[in-house]
């Protein structure tokens, strides 16, 4: 599992296209690698003209901040170093926020996503969906879906490693916040990654995968989340197929790391 913790496998992930590892003294400067590169112009465009109901996964606040940079021109926007620069600064201010929000406040600190209609989507809420009191992994694993439900309570035991990724969710490029937890013990581990933050089209992934010894057989528990209720209409099928194609094969790493630990 050390390839999990260390970051390694996402460098060989084909999935990834850039990561970056994130410690308790992190700052939004540690997130700089995460921006648009200098000739992404439609990128920068389609999200400095987001409001909510797009494709984005924003708060309001963060759709406030962009409309801001937006009109901060009277002449209107152009593509040059300057215009890249305030984009970037403003995206690493957001991944930073949501970062040090989720690692003091674990799954309440997930700042809503701004939909239309003044509607909105807790993404905290759907993460926390996915390991219910009364599922077979809370049962056999109690203490990990506790880690799993409360963090950053109850994870003393708990080995921890956070990054932002550039990586293909559901198809498409995308830009997350990753956490990657273990849960060691004698005759048992836990491990999962769970994707806390996405920037578009999918609003929350988690991968979990327990480990159990019992009597002269070994106990297994998968479960694979994905909540991505923008995913609709005709070509939602075959990219949620695709989705948990993706994630079956995360699961399978999973599995191997823990069987080889």
């Not at 992930?13 to 003294?25: C, I, Q, R, V």
């Not at 801001?68 to 926020?97: D, F, H, I, K, P």
């Not at 309440?108 to 993460?127: H, M, S």
């Not at 049962?139 to 990724?165: I, M």
Request: charged share 25%; with cysteine.
């Amino acid at each position: 599992y050390a390839d999990l913790l260390s970051g390694r496998s996402l460098k060989l992930d084909p999935m990834t296209l850039a990561f970056g590892k994130l410690d308790e003294n992190a700052i939004a400067a540690d997130f700089g690698g995460a921006g648009f590169d200098a000739d992404d112009k439609d990128g920068i465009e389609a999200l400095l003209l987001a409001r909510p109901g797009s494709p984005f996964n924003l708060s309001k606040l963060e759709y406030r901040e962009l409309e801001a940079l937006a009109s901060g021109s009277a002449s209107g926007w152009t593509l040059n170093e300057q215009t890249v620069g305030a984009v970037n600064g403003a995206l690493a201010g957001l991944l930073y926020r949501r970062y040090r929000d989720y690692r003091r406040d674990g799954l309440d600190g997930i700042a809503p996503y701004a939909r239309g209609n003044g509607q909105q989507v807790l993404p905290g809420e759907l993460l926390r969906l996915a390991v219910p009191p009364d599922s077979i992994l809370a049962d056999e694993f109690p203490d990990f879906a506790r880690a799993l439900l409360t963090y950053p309570r109850h994870s003393e035991e708990l080995e921890s490693r956070f990054y932002w990724v550039k990586q293909y969710i559901a198809g498409e490029r995308n830009l997350a916040l990753m956490h990657c937890l273990f849960l060691p013990g004698d005759d048992f581990a836990g491990v999962a990654m769970r994707w806390y933050y996405i920037g578009r089209g999918t609003d929350a992934a988690q991968v979990l995968v327990g480990l159990a010894r019992q009597d002269d057989a070994t106990l297994m528990i998968t479960a694979e989340q994905l909540a991505s209720p923008q995913l609709t209409g005709v070509f939602a099928g075959r990219r949620r197929r695709r989705t948990h194609s993706n994630l079956d094969a995360v699961t399978a790493r999973l599995f191997e790391a823990l069987r080889n630990h």
